[in-house]
């Protein structure tokens, strides 16, 4: 069965500095991943994807992510945040061997951004 | 493209009503989905649709729970005898087939039962 695990509930960084948020995944083959964010009583707003080839995907707001098949891993990052980057993040995994679209999400991880 | 509409924004009812709550997906868009967030939680797939037919469902909906999409556009959700723990916020997304994309969500209808 599908899973996603994000291990940090809540992070708090400056203004400026440099954030990673971790995301590990169970999936039996090559799965599709996604990061979306969510601002409060918002919907879900897609920052990026990886199905196939180069590891490291570029997304919107200066995100980028990479995908580490050896890890499991699909961390989000990005080089300097703002205070407008504050809001929850999912991870998110939908199956290659399905046709329907189903995605598994993580519980998320809350970002505070500090002046 | 005026995205995903959800209405109503805010519901708040009594344990033991029913509640319906609609979905109007992106024009083009032939897949729709519901997914339930609970707070603190990622958001937990419920069903969807392409289409009229509704494809798949989750053992979260329970048999209170009924989903229709009539004409292939807009989607209703509907939930007999609230309890308490229907209390969520309730997410339509929809998408142009397996849209690799990802999908566009609106912003959801917040259930409290009271």
């Known amino acids: 069965a599908q899973s996603v695990t994000q291990p940090d509930i809540h992070i708090t960084v400056s203004e400026g500095a440099s954030l990673e948020l971790r995301c590990n995944y169970s999936y039996g083959a090559t799965p599709y991943l996604f990061w979306y964010v969510q601002s409060p009583g918002q919907g879900l707003q897609l920052l990026l994807k990886y199905f196939s080839g180069d590891t490291l995907v570029q997304g919107i707001k200066g995100f980028e992510a990479e995908f580490k098949r050896s890890q499991s891993s699909f961390n989000l990052r990005k080089p300097s945040v703002h205070w407008s980057d504050a809001a929850e993040y999912f991870c998110?995994?939908?199956?290659?061997?399905?046709?329907?679209?189903?995605?598994?999400f993580g519980q998320g991880t809350t970002l505070q951004v500090k002046p | 493209d005026t995205g995903v509409s959800q209405d109503p924004r805010h519901k708040i009812t009594k344990r033991g009503q029913n509640v319906t709550f609609r979905c109007d997906p992106i024009?083009?868009?032939?897949?729709l989905y519901w997914y339930r967030q609970t707070l603190g939680q990622g958001p937990e797939f419920l069903t969807y649709f392409q289409n009229e037919a509704q494809l798949e469902k989750s053992r979260l909906l329970s048999d209170r729970f009924s989903a229709e999409r009539p004409k292939g556009s807009f989607s209703t959700l509907e939930i007999q005898r609230t309890e308490q723990g229907d209390s969520a916020m309730y997410l339509c997304?929809?998408?142009?087939?397996?849209?690799?994309?990802?999908?566009?969500f609106g912003s959801g209808t917040r259930l409290t039962v009271v």
């Open positions: 024009s083009e868009h032939n897949r």
């Open positions: 997304a929809s998408s142009l087939g397996w849209d690799r994309n990802g999908y566009t």
């Open positions: 998110a995994v939908g199956a290659s061997s399905s046709n329907t679209g189903k995605l598994i």
